[in-house]
């Protein structure tokens, strides 16, 4: 655990990380699939997420879909398998700005945190949390904090004793607590969700890859 070091120095994470297994991060070549995955499985538990997950694959021979093939993908099909009217326009959304613009991941790789999240959620359907769920998960970056997590809020409000009755001073508070986590606030994240045992649904594409 290469992170501890630093992150023990903060003494109630200290007891979290020791009694934790060690956290590796993924990197995944694949952001457009990865990206739409992310989006079915929001708002459901991961048990359903796997199975709408496992019914698009299907859809192309169980084979990872081209930006393209699911733009020609009828919106009637993308609804059978168990999709929103909205998550079947998000889904294409992120498609179609694969196409467009681009999200490769050795392209996102050069770009700082806020450059990729401000580059990705001009998408209709991708919000701020959904583009921090990706640099952590998709990308491996290992500075990330997710201060708008419900989860993460809340296990900062019971392990840092935060009032929440101001909601713009909990906001700083988080912050400033999170600041000394940094450069391992991701380290942090995780820790914490798995603390509380409400990690985000998080849905893995590919086996870990290396991005050069």
């Known amino acids: 655990m290469h992170y501890f070091p630093h992150l023990s120095k903060d003494k109630k994470l200290k007891k979290l990380i020791e009694s934790a297994q060690p956290q590796q991060l993924n990197h995944i070549r694949y952001i457009c699939i990865y990206l739409c995955a992310s989006i079915m499985s929001q708002q459901l538990s991961t048990k359903v997420a796997d199975v709408i997950y496992k019914r698009f694959i299907n859809l192309y021979d169980g084979k990872e879909p081209s930006a393209q093939q699911i733009l020609d993908t009828p919106s009637e099909i993308l609804r059978g398998i168990g999709l929103s009217n909205a998550k079947v326009s998000y889904v294409k959304n992120v498609a179609q700005f694969e196409l467009d613009a681009g999200m490769d991941a050795k392209k996102l790789a050069k770009m700082t945190n806020e450059e990729v999240i401000e580059y990705l959620v001009v998408i209709k359907g991708v919000g701020r949390w959904t583009v921090e769920m990706l640099l952590m998960f998709a990308l ?22 935060l009032d929440d009755t101001d909601k713009k001073k909990l906001r700083e508070d988080m912050l400033r607590v999170s600041a000394r986590w940094s450069p391992y606030r991701t380290y942090a994240c995780v820790h914490l969700w798995r603390w509380k045992d409400n990690a985000p649904v998080v849905k893995k594409v590919r086996p870990k890859e290396k991005i050069k």
Request: no cysteine; aromatic share 10%.
């Open 140 to 161: 491996g970056r290992e500075d990330v904090f997710a201060v708008d997590d419900l989860g993460i809020r809340n296990a900062m409000i019971k392990l840092y004793k």
